[in-house]
Structure formats: structure tokens, C-alpha cells
């Protein structure tokens, strides 16, 4: 608990064109994984393009590690088919948060991260002072799949007691 920074928050919101994997369609849902913690979305049936809106807790200690994404379908009599996975590094954001900004307007870009090689994002991702806090929309590619991507948003929640940043 002496290492606990903080909590971040992560809203998946959506799929965009998801992979296939049952005749016609896909029954997705996301999992969420850092170091010993996962989390999971709910199903959404018979939808290569599924609306989650679901906001999944992780509590943040050091080392930062990055945030690993596994989307899969769900199957009733056999193993769940794997619909790819990606990495997403969140020093940056976690950098932002940090900075503790003060009296700096709403929808403050604070930085871009551009796709690369290096990363799974699709499009450039902003970091942004949105209503007295850090949030961050990212959209990410799916690896080890013929096609899909995952739109979701980080955001830090502060806990009284904690180390903090």
C-alpha cells in the first residue's frame, strides 16, 4: 500500500471493426491487465462494432508499468477465440498528471503522442486539462488480428492517504 500512487481510470468505450470469429459476427469483451490486477467488460453479443461505455479501476504503484489489452470472444462450449491484444504505455499520461496544473483553461492540449512503432495507437492521442483534471482519449490498434481497434480514456483519480505522484 506505501507504493499506491493513485487510481487510474479507464473507459472503454468502444470497437470499431472487430475481428470475426463466430460465423458472422463476434461476442467481444475487453480484459484489462496490470501486474497481478485484471478487469473485464461485460460481453456484448453478436457485435464486431460493441458499445462497452464501462469504466474499469486500477490502482497505480511504482514502478509504472504499461497497461496490457486482450479482447475476446466469448464462446459457450469451447475455449474463448482471441481477437487480438495491444500495449498501452501510460508514463506519458501518468507524467501529465504529475505536472499538477493549476488555473489552465479547459481543453488545454498538454501533449500529443503520435503513432509509431512503438506503440499500439491507431491516431494521435492528446493529453488535455479537461475540467480541473488529466484525461487522456486513446485509440488502439489491435496486434496478433486481421483488423480492430479499441477507443477508450484514461483518467486519474487522486486517494486521500496514498503516496501519490
Known amino acids: 500500500m506505501e507504493n499506491l500512487l493513485g487510481l487510474l481510470r479507464i473507459r472503454i468505450h468502444r470497437g470499431i471493426n472487430l475481428a470475426i470469429r463466430d460465423v458472422t459476427t463476434s461476442d467481444p469483451y475487453v480484459v484489462v491487465r496490470m501486474d497481478k490486477q485484471k478487469l473485464k467488460t461485460r460481453v456484448v453479443k ?3 462494432n460493441p458499445e462497452w461505455n464501462e469504466d474499469l479501476t486500477l490502482s497505480i504503484t511504482e514502478p509504472i508499468v504499461p497497461i ?5 470472444d466469448k464462446d459457450t462450449f469451447s475455449l474463448d477465440d482471441k481477437m487480438g491484444d495491444a500495449e498501452l504505455d501510460i ?3 501518468i507524467d501529465a498528471v504529475r505536472k499538477r496544473f493549476k488555473n489552465i483553461p479547459s481543453g488545454t492540449i498538454i501533449r500529443k503522442i503520435k503513432p509509431s512503432r512503438q506503440n499500439c495507437l491507431s491516431e494521435e492521442s492528446s493529453i488535455v486539462w ?3 483534471q488529466v484525461v487522456q482519449n486513446v485509440f488502439i490498434r489491435l496486434r496478433n488480428v486481421e483488423r480492430g481497434e479499441i477507443e477508450l480514456q484514461l483518467q486519474w483519480i487522486d486517494i486521500p492517504g496514498s503516496k501519490g505522484l
Open 46 to 48: 453478436k457485435n464486431v
Open 68 to 72: 496490457q489489452l486482450q479482447v475476446y
Open 91 to 93: 508514463f506519458p499520461f
Open 130 to 132: 479537461e475540467n480541473d
